[in-house]
């Protein structure tokens, strides 16, 4: 058990409601990750769908545990962070930044950095899978692999070993953050 009082074997992912939009309209937009306020996450996604703003904002469930009681509670998949697709013009950027609790975009000169749209749709199909997974430190070496079949079918990510054991590695680059699951059982193949 940590000081926090939370104990987490693993995350069990809860899928985030995200509007769907036409093809056309998502020609030319691009993923960025906001940082938000502290404990500010929810608040953000809230209101930037009510502006019509694209905002993925994943969360999971943990199980925190008080001397009397254990509780299961949604919690943000990256605390401090939200996903946003726009297109990238100043405009855009003003109406994000100007919504409360964002704090700025992730990446060069506050600018943001676009996130490859392979990352996020992993990411979206990983908490929707509602496949156990695990957090895993962020890597910029390795194998990049494609799952082949079953639930996590074109997902792609690093092929990593440890202990005998494989898992794939999903990496959000801006935000330096990434999520690992075991792969026993898939078939992957090298991109």
């Not at 691009?30 to 694209?54: C, F």
């Not at 910029?140 to 799952?147: I, L, P």
Request: glycine residues 8%; proline residues 6%; positive net charge.
């Amino acid at each position: 058990m940590s000081t926090s009082g939370v104990t987490i074997a693993e995350y069990v992912p809860v899928s985030s409601a995200t509007p769907v939009c036409s093809a056309e309209a998502l020609a030319g937009m691009n993923w960025y990750a906001i940082q938000t306020r502290s404990r500010h996450e929810k608040v953000v996604e809230r209101q930037l769908q009510g502006q019509g703003i694209d905002v993925f904002y994943p969360v999971i469930n943990q199980i925190h545990r008080w001397s009397d009681r254990r509780k299961t509670v949604e919690c943000p998949l990256f605390a401090g962070y939200a996903f946003v697709r726009i297109a990238p013009s100043p405009e855009e950027r003003v109406r994000v930044l100007q919504t409360h609790g964002v704090v700025q975009f992730v990446g060069g000169q506050s600018r943001g950095t676009p996130i490859p749209a392979e990352q996020m749709e992993a990411v979206r199909a990983l908490v929707a899978s509602n496949t156990p997974f695990t957090k895993h430190a962020f890597l910029k070496v390795g194998q990049r692999v494609r799952v082949r079949g079953g639930s996590l079918d074109g997902v792609e990510g690093i092929l990593v070993g440890q202990n005998g054991n494989r898992s794939l590695v999903i990496s959000v680059e801006p935000i330096q953050r990434s999520l690992s699951i075991r792969i026993e059982g898939y078939q992957v193949e090298p991109i």
